[in-house]
């Protein structure tokens, strides 16, 4: 499994197109949603948690459809497929690639996004991290499994959004709430449960993940 | 009787309301080299790719080095080089890269991918993009890709396409020492003259039916080219055949 | 082969006596809720309706495992039939939720869990029968639905309860109480019983006849290629 992750950070290190995809839209993102407040309203500072959720959730679809896009040269794909790995590892290490980099995309958004929202810096942000990495670590668990299908569609550009973001509602809602009750100094505790609720999407959509994969691509 | 290292029995596929193999025998023994001609269309790549258990057949049973394909087939791929039209190497990645990767996919030493880029004679190139290279060199490294494991056994499918006078000599070179090592061969082709310099068994298939099937030996050349003529256009005269 | 004749010519008149009962006693039978008035007859088509729609995603799940599983056209039709049903079902709770809603709480939408549970059900819905479409030849795209069909099943629940929690930390903006005011009168009960079987009878019966549709389709489909490869 080391070996497929390592070939995906390798890929990605020579064109690092889609580092840049994600930085970039995810930015676009912060921005055009600053515009929809105003500077100085009170709004702003309890939009702000969900304006990070939906940039991350924008730029990481675009992300995960391109992640399938290296198996498309040359018929990777069954290259993959030849190889005597069991499909649900080939999901695995599909899905921590696509992890590592939204994540790293986000580590340059996250200043970014305390700046243009003129947000405290508090040390409640080691707890905003944590319920990034939970949420997005459930967003990559179904969205590599449902890039996976969605890049031998037609439409694929329209599918993995449509597919994508119903199924994604309780991270998203979880996320949103965690950020916001975190930047408003709230303990930890407090937001347990919804700690434990984005734990327990992760944890169920990957092994889902990773027992139906075969089926989304074999032929 | 060596072991038989692909048996395959009443093997059909079927997709969207087409039936691509129409119940197909094959046998391949080990050390054997048997080249499967046959017209386009006629389901030899279909064929190939569930010998590879990249398809699961609609019908029938194939069993590879004595065992049912089980358990999502890993084990049995381990043993299994595929060569075909496409080569399975990521543009972005230099060969080296392409094969290291192989390498610790199939649990191969790293020390095969310098010898093997030695044998295909791609040093010079190891360390440039795939997308750079031309289609004779990516054809190479694919080649190397595919002997990478020392697979047991090696499908080809029509890997004489598009070669140089070169490449093909190399590949004829490269297969007949895989052959005898002993590694069984099942190559695809309708190139017959290839075919019979490097295999010593043929079978026809066409439509999707296993028309002839038997070794290579001046005594059955006619009705060997009886068939062929017939089904290269398009007028089967024998009966489907087992093997 | 030969029961399924008898299905049809008992289950479509049932469905139909049923229904006119239950619309019977919907309209003239039941008396008007004391709190809500006239609108609130609504609520005896609409929670049925949202059950139903439920069911049948439940089925759609059980199917696409099974269609994965065994790979057989007959799991993969009975998914399709009761995905298509449900959907229609579940625009028609998405349709009598806000009407029923406007005149009682002033709103035509909230965002309670099981109305937007419900949203986006329909939303997956609607991603399961496009899935279908966008495809590609063959099986590819019933298993891609038969994917989306479990996927979507585990993550229902999970849905519901974050949305839940997300309503009740705030203080609430509308009281949510969906189940009715109170059904003291008995003959509320029986209305709302008799409604539920005739919309279960309703749901069977679209199933059946749409997979009756699909299975003679594929039947068809298989003759015609039979007779297709004889010439060959």
Redesign the interface.
């Known amino acids: 499994m080391l070996a497929l992750i390592r070939k995906d950070l390798q890929i990605e290190f020579r064109t690092k197109e889609t580092l840049a995809s994600l930085l970039l839209l995810g930015l676009l993102t912060l921005v055009v949603l600053s515009f929809a407040f105003d500077p100085t309203s009170e709004l702003r500072v309890e939009a702000a948690p969900g304006a990070l959720w939906v940039a991350v959730i924008f730029a990481g679809v675009l992300g995960l459809s391109r992640s399938f896009l290296p198996e498309r040269e040359n018929d990777c794909m069954q290259g993959l497929l030849l190889c005597p790995v069991d499909r649900g590892t080939i999901y695995l290490a599909k899905t921590v690639a696509n992890f590592a980099f939204m994540m790293a995309a986000q580590l340059a958004i996250g200043p970014i996004f305390i700046f243009f929202f003129n947000l405290r810096v508090t040390a409640s942000l080691l707890g905003v991290f944590l319920s990034l990495a939970l949420g997005v670590l459930g967003f990559a668990a179904v969205g590599t499994l449902f890039a996976a299908i969605t890049v031998r569609t037609r439409a694929r550009e329209v599918m993995l959004p449509l597919l994508l973001l119903p199924l994604v509602v309780p991270i998203f809602i979880a996320g949103v709430k965690v950020t916001g009750q975190l930047l408003a100094a709230k303990p930890l505790a407090d937001v347990a449960p919804w700690l434990n609720l984005m734990l327990g999407f992760d944890v169920i959509f990957l092994v889902v993940g990773w027992m139906v994969f075969e089926y989304a691509v074999e032929e | 009787m060596a072991d038989a290292v692909i048996e395959a029995r009443g093997v059909a596929r079927r997709f969207a309301g087409i039936t691509a193999l129409h119940g197909v025998d094959l046998s391949v023994h080990a050390g054997e080299a048997v080249a499967l001609f046959g017209p386009n269309g006629a389901g030899k790549t279909t064929f190939l790719r569930i010998l590879a258990t990249l398809l699961r057949p609609s019908a029938g049973t194939v069993r590879l080095f004595g065992q049912a394909v089980a358990d999502g087939g890993a084990a049995a791929r381990r043993r299994i080089g595929l060569l075909s039209h496409q080569s399975f190497l990521y543009p972005d990645l230099t060969p080296t890269q392409n094969l290291e990767f192989y390498a610790r996919m199939f649990g191969a030493p790293l020390a095969r991918v310098r010898e093997l880029l030695v044998q295909v004679d791609l040093l010079g190139w190891a360390h440039r993009p795939v997308r750079t290279l031309s289609r004779g060199l990516e054809q190479r490294c694919a080649l190397a890709r595919a002997l990478l494991h020392e697979p047991d056994l090696l499908l080809l499918d029509e890997p004489f396409t598009g070669l140089d006078v070169d490449a093909a000599a190399m590949l004829t070179g490269m297969l007949r020492a895989a052959h005898a090592r002993g590694t069984a061969i099942l190559m695809t082709t309708h190139d017959i003259g290839r075919g019979f310099a490097v295999c010593s068994r043929a079978a026809i298939l066409v439509r999707g039916r296993m028309m002839w099937n038997g070794p290579i030996a001046e005594a059955q050349r006619d009705a060997f080219d009886e068939t062929w003529t017939a089904a290269v256009r398009g007028r089967e005269r024998a009966r489907p055949v087992r093997g | 082969m030969s029961n399924r004749r008898f299905v049809d010519p008992i289950l479509a008149p049932l469905t139909g006596a049923v229904m006119l009962v239950a619309i019977y006693m919907v309209f003239l039978y039941v008396p008007n809720d004391k709190a809500q008035g006239l609108v609130q007859r609504i609520f005896y088509f609409h929670v049925p309706l949202a059950i139903m729609t439920f069911l049948a995603f439940g089925v759609v799940a059980v199917a696409s495992a099974g269609f994965?599983w065994q790979g057989t056209r007959f799991w993969d039709r009975l998914a399709h039939s009761s995905a298509e049903v449900g959907m229609v079902f579940c625009t028609l709770v998405l349709i009598t939720g806000p009407i029923w809603a406007r005149p009682i709480w002033g709103t035509w939408w909230t965002w309670d869990a099981r109305l937007t549970t419900t949203l986006?059900l329909w939303?997956?819905y609607?991603?399961y029968l496009?899935?279908r479409t966008?495809?590609?030849?063959?099986?590819?795209g019933a298993?891609?639905a038969?994917?989306?069909g479990?996927?979507?099943a585990?993550?229902i629940p999970?849905?519901n309860?974050?949305?839940y929690?997300?309503r009740t930390?705030h203080p609430a903006v509308l009281v949510t109480r969906e189940g009715g005011s109170g059904l003291s009168d008995p003959r509320m009960q029986w209305t709302l019983g008799i409604c539920f079987a005739a919309f279960f009878l309703l749901f069977l019966w679209l199933v059946w006849v749409r997979n009756e549709n699909a299975r003679l389709r594929d039947a068809v489909?298989?003759m015609r290629?039979e007779m297709l490869?004889q010439h060959?």
Request: proline share 3%; charged share 15%.
């Open positions: 994965l986006i939303l997956i609607a991603a496009m899935m966008v495809s590609g030849p063959g099986d590819q298993r891609y038969a994917v989306l479990i996927v979507g585990v993550d999970i849905i309860r974050s949305v929690w997300w930390i489909e298989e290629h490869t060959a």
